[in-house]
């Protein structure tokens, strides 16, 4: 059951409802973390966050994709040459968040930054292994392993993180370290799931030689899926600096401020945006195919299908979010009081359209990378990266919109990657006609030559 292939709704459905499950982990997890932390603590846990993602994307963000996009296509044994070349990068990452703790906890100025970092920086390594297997089963169109090893993780990592928090809880610097060790503790152990899984379930190699897949034909992917995925956190490390930092110029609580918002509204958001992730994962095998054989519109129906998909999904989900946004508040962040809770639920109301958004651009996104133009996804998320942290800026030094200025950047943001996605998707051209032009002439040239030779 578990190694069969799967119909393109069954295996959104299975690695939707991994994601939900596990994002829903995720959220029930802030309930004793803030319990344990309080806002200045889930402050600190966030500013630690964007360089980790910065590295993590680097080392891992583009393979599940990538890698699935060249199983799918018949690059048999791609995997192989990623675990070398990405297993390098995941080690590389590691030295660097450890090199790289100190400058960091010192550029936004909270000193128990460091520690986090060292404790955290394991993990680059672990994810980037992890993330290879997943692409070789997404590819292969198994999306059990994903599902299965994402609730894993969370799992361990409520597990161990609560246990930390609770422990360690007279100690706010110490705590918040512990529960970013918990993370890497997660990580590793959804690593030796996902490797052995691997292992029992891997193709076997044929009797004759058959050509190494290149190294260049995991980097034409990977990297621009990679490019695409760092330009989120790149934005969110400079939102989190330029934010606080104007913040703490206006006299607020910077710190708690950006907690609530990063921290808990964005978490809030995720959740809707979890369930889409099944339909973006699944149509990469579904597209792929016909786009290596030239059927552009065949693949564009199935892109189609897939983001009307998400928005039948995701349009619900924003209603509901602004409509039960205290609701929602109440029963994931009860430990807010006062002034941060109606903050959350203000947040919470502003950004509830980023669950259509941000799922159009996720499923999007890995359409394009399936129609071979993952350069174009790349430049839509860099631009609206760039509008992001431009707009936050502009909104909280020159408005009255505290972090409230955040949340309307980030709507912008994703409603222009959107539909820059959508016009790029729309503007590609089938093969067809070309191909049909091509086979005319030659048709054409072969009756003039038969008329000559008569």
Do not use: H
């Not at 090199?99 to 993990?123: D, K, N, T, W, Y």
């Not at 030689?209 to 989120?232: D, E, F, M, R």
């Not at 996104?365 to 430049?379: F, Q």
């Amino acid at each position: 059951m578990f190694s069969q292939k799967q119909s393109f709704i069954k295996g959104a459905v299975i690695i939707s409802l991994g994601g939900f499950i596990s994002k829903i982990l995720g959220a029930v997890y802030r309930i004793p973390l803030t319990n344990f932390l309080g806002g200045e603590g889930m402050g600190i846990y966030q500013m630690v966050y964007p360089l980790y993602c910065i590295l993590l994307t680097v080392s891992a963000s583009g393979i599940p994709t990538g890698i699935a996009r060249l199983i799918s296509s018949g690059s048999a044994g791609a995997e192989r040459r990623a675990f070398t070349l990405y297993g390098a990068i995941g080690v590389i990452g590691t030295i660097l968040m450890y090199m790289f703790s100190a400058p960091l906890a010192a550029v936004q100025g909270e000193g128990a930054i460091r520690l986090c970092c060292m404790l955290l920086c394991p993990s680059v390594f672990f994810v980037s292994v992890l993330s290879i297997v997943r692409g070789y089963f997404q590819g292969r169109g198994n999306m059990y392993p994903t599902a299965v090893t994402e609730v894993c993780e969370q799992l361990v990592k409520v597990a161990f993180g609560c246990a930390f928090a609770y422990i360690f809880r007279s100690n706010m610097p110490l705590a918040v370290a512990s529960t970013l060790l918990a993370v890497t503790i997660s990580e590793v152990i959804a690593t030796a799931i996902a490797l052995l899984w691997y292992l029992k379930n891997r193709s076997r190699r044929p009797l004759y030689k058959t050509p190494s897949v290149p190294y260049s034909a995991i980097v034409k992917y990977t990297v621009p899926l990679t490019l695409t995925a760092i330009a989120l956190p790149v934005s969110q490390l400079v939102e989190s600096i330029v934010a606080v930092r104007l913040l703490k110029a206006m006299g607020e609580n910077a710190t708690a401020l950006y907690g609530v918002f990063s921290g808990c509204a964005v978490t809030i958001i995720n959740l809707p945006v979890s369930v889409t992730y099944g339909l973006a994962a699944a149509s990469v095998p579904q597209i792929s195919p016909l786009a290596e054989r030239g059927d552009i519109d065949g693949a564009k129906r199935k892109a189609y299908k897939a983001l009307l998909l998400t928005f039948a999904i995701s349009l619900p989900a924003a209603i509901a979010l602004f409509a039960f946004a205290p609701l929602a508040v109440r029963l994931i962040f009860s430990s807010l009081k006062g002034g941060e809770r109606e903050t959350l639920i203000d947040l919470v109301r502003i950004m509830a359209v980023n669950a259509v958004t941000l799922s159009l651009v996720q499923t999007s996104s890995a359409c394009l990378t399936s129609l071979g133009r993952p350069i174009k996804s790349t430049v839509t998320q860099w631009v609206s990266a760039a509008l992001r942290v431009a707009l936050t800026a502009v909104l909280i030094k020159c408005t009255n919109l505290s972090i409230a200025g955040a949340a309307i950047s980030a709507n912008c943001s994703y409603l222009v990657a959107a539909l820059i996605n959508f016009w790029y998707i729309s503007r590609e051209k089938s093969n067809g006609s070309t191909l049909n032009e091509n086979n005319a002439d030659r048709l054409g040239r072969l009756r003039r030559r038969a008329d000559g030779a008569g």
